[in-house]
Structures are given as structure tokens and as C-alpha cells.
């Protein structure tokens, strides 16, 4: 069981890299925000810290997780289990819960205080591009795995549901964290099904009425469901972070970012 999770992850692996390889290139050649002097060493700053959370993952989190979905599916416990929906019906409410628990997750994170103590690490990166994607302080991925694990048997995810999802998640989250420069009609036509790199920048706005918008993580609908959506036209400047307090390079070293939550500081 653990030896298929670990394969597992190793394929997401593979496809995190040759996706952020492809956005890293384009970050260089088409930059949104451009004279970025530092791209290499930020993106290993974010990239270390992603690693630490990956290892996290594996060693704590993901032999309990296929327990919990092996047990919920052969108990047949959760919601999807009682609809006992066809196959491909199954798979596309799976999916659209999933994203909605990520879309209602994501906005907790900014509404309770504790919880933004943490989430605040990643959206202090004022040089936004895609490793900030990947960007989160341990304590948060701890308990967002936590929390997961819980939800799981509520809902009926299955093993199928999670890796497909994750196999959407990853990319666009590498995607739309992404510092390239999109044609803004391009952007506009796929902001209707998906979150794209200008909608989620908005959302890394220092602006907080910005900042509190466009949480959505692979499926735009839920902001406009639920009226945080918002949208500024495409060449209209603005800046990235928190307050200028963040700006500090203390702040975005290893130490900086994992002592951030502890160092009460307000945004």
C-alpha cells in the first residue's frame, strides 16, 4: 500500500517539474512583471520549502490517507457512496465537491485569524511567479492534511477522485500563480471554466478587498457563486504582498518564511 503511494506522488512529481519547468521558461521570455533580476534564487527559496512540505506528505500523511479512503469505500461511508451514482457522474460530482471544499477551505484560511498566521507566508511573496504556487509554511500543510482526512469519509472521495483531481489542481495552481503575460482575451475566455494567471494575481494583490477575492483553486464558478469574484483590466498596474512591512528579505529566506507566523505582524 505505501509502496503504490509513493508511486503515486512520484508521478505527481513528474508532473509538477515538467509543468514548472515549461511556466519558468515562459516567465523569462514573456514576464507580466518584468526586471526580475532574482527569478532563479527566489524560485529555489520557494522550490526548498515546497521540498520540506513534500517530505511532510509523504512520510505522515499519505499511508494514513489511502487507509482512510481503502476503509470509507469498502464501508461504503459518505455521500457519494449512497448516491452510488454511475461511474462518470460519480467522478464529475467528485470533482466538483473536491474543488468546492478547496474553494471553502481556502476562504477560511483567510477569514480566521489563526489560520491566516500561516496561510500569510505564501501570499507575502511580492515576486509572485510559479514556485509561489507551491510556497506554504509545514504548520499549514499539517493541518490542511488533517482536515482532508476528515472530510474523506464525510464526502466518499475515492482513491480515482483524488488523484485525478490532483492531476488538474497541480498544474493550474503552477499555472495561474505563474508570472507570464497573457493576452487579456485569452485570459478572459479562460477565466470562465478556470482560475487564470490574472485572476489569482488579483488575488495576491496588497489591496486586502483583492486579497479577499478569486479563491477558487481549478474551477472560477465558485467565486462568482458566492460573490468574491473580482477583475480589473489586465494592464492596469498594481503590486503583489502584503503590507511594505513584508518587503524585507528576512521575510522570504527559509528562517524568514517559516518564523513569519510567530513574529506578530499585521497585514
Known sequence: MLEGSLNEENIKLLI?????????TTEHYAPYFKNRH???PHSLRNLTLATI?????????????????????NNQVGLLNQLNLPGIYSLLLALLLIDLWQYIWHRLNHQISWLWKFHQVHHADKDMDASTGLRFHPVEIIYSNLIRISIIPLIGFQLDHLLLYNILLLPITLFHHSNIKLNERIDKILRIITVTPHMHRLHHSDIQSETDSNYASVFSIW??????????PIEQAFNLGLSSSYSDRQWNRIY???????ANKTS
Do not use: C, E
Request: net charge positive.
Open 38 to 40: 532574482l527569478h532563479l
Open 16 to 24: 509538477i517539474a515538467a509543468v514548472y519547468l515549461i511556466l519558468f
Open 223 to 232: 467565486d462568482r457563486l458566492f460573490k468574491s469574484y473580482t477583475m480589473r
Open 53 to 73: 512540505n513534500a517530505l511532510i506528505s509523504t512520510i505522515f500523511f499519505i499511508a494514513i490517507l489511502k487507509h482512510i479512503l481503502t476503509w470509507s469505500g
Open 256 to 262: 524568514g518564511m517559516l518564523a513569519l507566523p510567530f
